[in-house]
């Protein structure tokens, strides 16, 4: 028996082997080895952060990452961005009848070793199958609790302020878009998919950091377009100063693709104001995932939504697009 | 646009449009309708419950609920035998393009009926689609928060408690069965899908209340063999006092499914010592839900598994099946 067979998500024999032989072997938290219908978990008095993503990223496996780690990274840094620990994590599977058993341990060690890399605890889960053709190999659901240590807020964003992207823009989209085959080109673009805990934790402390987000779904653009909006504020961003591969521009290029757009799994948008500008910098930049840290931008009450100074000179508007570049990127 | 499209995933313009005028049109938390990343929840000190689990139901829609409703009751369920108040649940959408809005609307309207009916807040969220052929419809993930007010252990259950079921079993699958239209019988069985909390809360304070679980995919008996072996002690149920609907027997009979087998979602099957067992009964009968709780069978320390004391007198083992016997019936 190599794959999955649509008995494993009965709740009864087979789902019980999948779960000791596989999930238990690299999931070691007391909470799910217990396999109670819900875990008992203790949470510190004071805010939590509460977040879920269901992840169905085509193809399952990519340069950089699987949707293992993805769907730990993806929720990790959603908890993150929100000025939180992150601390349990739930994990529910859909799995297509047929799918290979070697597929879902890859994954499942790569769920395990993310997931050891923020100390986040695995502690509830589900499984369930369906027949073949009825999805598409498999989709993971995460729900992510975590301690707020530090409250963000839109409102505190104000004219003046700087606009700090934490590294290169548009590896994990250009990285997917290449893996599905559909295109004949050769590189070394892997994703980004990296868990920001350990980036974004220290900068919390930083007086005058106001708001964070990871530009993931959408790219960069869609989140200051979005901050923009919700702030009734101006953004200006400088294209010669954003971090764009020189391989992910070229490839974005011929492809028709703008790297603003394109999804990012491992990188945080963060709003400081001037004067703490250096002394983010300067911790982003201590850490591997945040050596390439720059200020891309900054806040302006002088106009309304997003605009990219162009490296010819011009400043032009940037708005939301309709739909993905890239279906399916996360 | 009366179907779902591939944009609508996109994390854009059109998923924004999809969350504003259906979302958040029937789902008012106000956590939700600040659409962070992250929601902010305050959680009461002490122990906490946390679950989830991912429906994909064939059919969408069945008497007596659909899979939004069956969302949320399949958590609330999980909280409530755990011992936890639900307070906040998390809700993500996998959708197959082209999927009719107006079931869509249906669906999310069914979500915010029932978690109105338990004051549950759905404080977080998440839309992907996939193309046509790639997902059944819809697939839902729930993941729930609830605070422990009194904990059951199966270490607490011995020889001599009663095993009292709150109502007649195999009402869900076997609703669900005839609802996939493969067989031509016309009846009036529903699926018992429901928010079991405001049953079971009450009981939570009776003395000699030992240990609940929601016999769910895989029915009472599996839930009972997993109680059997995690305690080493013996279960005999009795025939007799089984509450099986006539025309669920009928059906089961004719189909050869054992009720036993069956799938519930508004079930909850209780372990109580002998002397609690009558006020337990009692708080149960006074909620609708509870009407035709039974003692059905007791805990022995003379044998060991699960045993059926049958109408005709004999005695025989019951064991898990391998398999379902009707996949995806949650």
Same mark, same amino acid.
């Given at each position: 028996m190599n794959n999955i067979e649509i008995g494993h998500g009965s709740g009864g024999k087979l789902t019980r082997d999948l779960i000791s032989s596989l999930f238990l072997k690299y999931l070691s938290s007391s909470e799910l080895h217990s396999m109670e219908d819900a875990a008992t978990i203790n949470i510190h008095s004071g805010k939590t952060a509460f977040t879920t993503d269901s992840y169905v990223i085509r193809p399952l496996f990519f340069p950089g990452g699987d949707i293992g780690k993805l769907s730990v990274c993806g929720t990790v840094n959603d908890l993150a961005v929100s000025g939180a620990i992150p601390e349990y994590l739930s994990l529910s599977f859909i799995i297509e009848e047929g799918f290979s058993l070697n597929h879902m341990e890859e994954i499942v060690k790569s769920i395990a070793e993310e997931a050891d890399r923020s100390a986040l605890k695995i502690v509830t889960g589900d499984t369930k199958v369906v027949e073949? +053709?009825?999805?598409? +190999?498999i989709y993971i659901n995460t729900a992510g609790i975590g301690t707020i240590v530090r409250t963000f807020t839109v409102n505190d964003v104000s004219s003046g302020d700087v606009v700090i992207v934490t590294g290169t823009i548009g590896d994990h989209g250009t990285a997917v878009a290449l893996a599905r085959n559909e295109f004949d080109i050769e590189t070394k673009v892997e994703s980004d998919c990296a868990s920001l805990d350990s980036l974004l934790t220290p900068v919390f402390d930083i007086n005058g950091v106001k708001w964070m987000r990871d530009p993931t779904r959408g790219g960069a653009a869609t989140v200051l377009v979005e901050l923009s909006e919700e702030t009734n504020l101006g953004i200006r961003i400088v294209e010669e100063n954003i971090p764009v591969r020189e391989d992910v521009q070229f490839i974005a290029d011929m492809l028709g693709y703008d790297p603003l757009y394109l999804a990012n799994e491992g990188k945080a948008i963060i709003i400081a104001s001037e004067e703490a500008a250096g002394s983010v910098l300067e911790k982003l930049h201590t850490h591997p995932l945040g050596e390439y840290a720059v200020i891309i931008g900054e806040i302006s009450s002088d106009f309304q939504g997003l605009r990219l100074k162009t490296k010819i000179g011009g400043e032009r508007p940037l708005d939301m697009l309709e739909e993905d570049q890239l279906p399916r990127i996360c």
């Open positions: 073949r +053709g009825k999805c598409d +190999g």
